[in-house]
């Protein structure tokens, strides 16, 4: 993986790293530790940006709603004690959210910006069919009753996101 990393960082102008990858490019790039909770963060979590004149986030209203589904966690002081990193959104509830390299080479998202309406009401189904008990993911279904059908309130935001990263920090480059 180590090789994947180094041939990126001489040819690609800008890689996103999302959840799982994320944590680990931060942990090769930056030796950034992630740690674990005793409970999965699952649920659509309101999320505000730090950067206004950030082009990646440019178009974002102040406050947006994101998707997360993890155990994982990289501490917001980790991410604040590296020069050169900077963070662009993060959320009360789940932490930090979007954080990028200063030479903008790396996007790190800890959210699920490319979920589809569907993507976390599955993962709690088979989490409850594997015989565990989880709990109902937060802020997602309607009136936040899991009987009641999600409401997709995350789908322009994460558009927004990717049509931003490739032509801000892909194709302008």
């Known amino acids: 993986i180590c090789e994947v990393f180094d041939w990126a960082k001489k040819n690609v102008t800008s890689t996103m790293f999302s959840?799982?990858?994320?944590h680990a490019a931060l942990y090769y790039y930056y030796g950034l530790k992630r740690h674990l909770r005793t409970e999965k963060l699952s649920g659509v979590f309101s999320h505000q940006t730090l950067e206004a004149k950030e082009p990646l986030t440019r178009g974002f209203d102040e406050q947006f709603m994101v998707p997360h589904s993890r155990f994982g966690y990289i501490k917001t002081s980790d991410f604040e004690a590296v020069p050169g990193l900077r963070i662009l959104a993060q959320s009360a509830q789940s932490g930090v959210?979007?954080?990028a390299s200063a030479n903008r080479q790396q996007v790190y998202l800890t959210g699920h910006p490319e979920y589809d309406a569907t993507t976390l009401d599955e993962e709690y189904q088979r989490d409850?069919?594997?015989?565990?008990?989880?709990?109902?993911?937060?802020?997602?279904?309607q009136q936040d009753d899991c009987t009641n059908p999600p409401a997709n309130c995350w789908?322009?935001?994460?558009?927004?996101?990717f049509t931003n990263w490739l032509n801000y920090y892909v194709y302008q480059v």
């Not at 959840?19 to 994320?22: I, K, L, R």
């Not at 409850?128 to 997602?140: H, K, L, S, T, V």
């Not at 789908?155 to 996101?161: D, E, F, K, Y």
């Open 19 to 22: 959840c799982w990858a994320a």
């Open 97 to 99: 959210y979007l954080a």
């Open 128 to 141: 409850i069919a594997n015989g565990a008990e989880p709990e109902c993911p937060q802020n997602y279904y």
């Open 155 to 161: 789908r322009s935001h994460g558009s927004l996101l």
